[in-house]
Structures are given as C-alpha cells and as structure tokens.
C-alpha cells in the first residue's frame, strides 16, 4: 500500500497523464498518419493532397477546406507546404466551368490570355482577355471591377490562361512557367497566393508505333504526332509550385 505522501507526489503526473489524453489536437501537432484523424475533427480546417489523399485536420475557427499543394505525403514537405501558404480552398464547379471556359477562348482567340478572378466568398469574375503575351492593366482591371463591385467579393486569387492548342502538325505556342509580370510583387500585392496558371503539356507521339516518346532524338518530323493535355500550374511570387493535368483535378473536385 502506498503511504499518503507517495500518492501526493504521483498526482500531478496523473493529472498530466489524464489531460494529456483528453485535449483534442494541439493546432501544431503533427502525426504521421491523417486520414482518421480527418473524418473525425467537426472544428478543424481539413488538408487534402493533389492525389486526394486526406491528410490533417488542423483545430481552428475558420473551418475550411483546403488542398495541399503537393502530391507527397511526407510529413515534413506538408508542413513546409502549409507554411508556405502553398495551399488552396477547395475550388467550386463553377471555377472548374470558368477554367474550362477560358481555354476555349484562348483557342478560339488564337491563344490571347483569359483571366478570372475568384473572391474569397467563392464567387467568381467576368473571364476578361488579354494579350497573347499577358494579361494587359485593361483585361485585370476589368475582371477586378466585376469582382469588386458587381459580385461584392475581393480577390482570393487569380487564374490565367497561357498559350492555345495549336493544329496537330505545328510546333506549340505555349509556355506554363509563370512570367515576370506574373510573379511580380505587383501581382500579389496584399496576397501570398498562390496563382494558377492554365496551360498544355505536350505529349510527342511516334506515329508509326503510336508510342510516347521524348523529343531530342534523330526523328523525322513527318513521323511525329503532338497531342495537347491541359494542365493547371499553382504558383506564388517565387516561381511554380505544383503542374497537374486538368483531368486529375476536376476529378479531385469530384471527390468532395
Ligand atoms: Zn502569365
């Protein structure tokens, strides 16, 4: 039996033990795996990754949904990820329809640049055309007034189009790194980002055997196929951040 002083000295690690157990999530406590942890937490911003995968549930009063701008799930990459605000609320259908949109009329426009904005209420800019080299002052003013004063919601952030799907046979004009003017301090003023670019990547297709392969080699140009895949590039003021097909995307969109 223990003597009444002993069982004094041992209280307090028995309370300590006791609200250890029972404190939900610190707001920085990290634990390997999410996915339980996700479904459970009512009062918590919910973090997915670009595959989908549900990965952390962080306690706060803002109870958003966000995408981890990553497809890795290591712990530490996230955390740098999160910090670096290299994240994105989880984005309506009607950005995807918008998205969608402006590539057309980039196609249709011979790759002139299309630009949305979308607010931080969720709602979502006229689609204003540019340049084919940028997204001129006219074009972000326009789209920002629509915002602003039309749809009464400020700027969360700011996707644009790069480039057009050429005729199959020519070379493509298209580029999705983020350009000067893009990365700007200019263009994040009073925000961190990111920013979303919308492009093509551009598969080179041997057409006699109908395989992939990389441009560089000896290869008669008669024998190549381009197929054009639309891709969304995230971005923030130092340079690109994560590259997706578009079709991944929309089906992580779906998910929800
Ligand atoms: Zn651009």
Known sequence: MLRPIACLSILPMLLSLLSYSCVPLK??????????LYKEKKDSTLYTNLTGKKIYALKDSNHRKMIVLTTSLKDTIIRESILANEVLDYPSWIVIDSMELSLKKAEKAKGKEQFFIVGKKRRISLICEGTREEIDRAASERAKYDLNNMKRDSTAYHIHTHGYR????????????????????QNFKERIGPDVILSYRVDTIDIDTGNRFKLGGEKDPKNIRYTYVPVIVFYAQKGPIATQDLSDFKKLIKKE
């Open 27 to 36: 707001e920085n406590a990290w634990a390997n795996h999410f996915d339980s």
């Open 166 to 185: 050429e005729s199959s046979d020519s070379l493509p004009y298209f580029t999705f790194t983020p350009s000067s003017t893009d990365t700007s301090s």
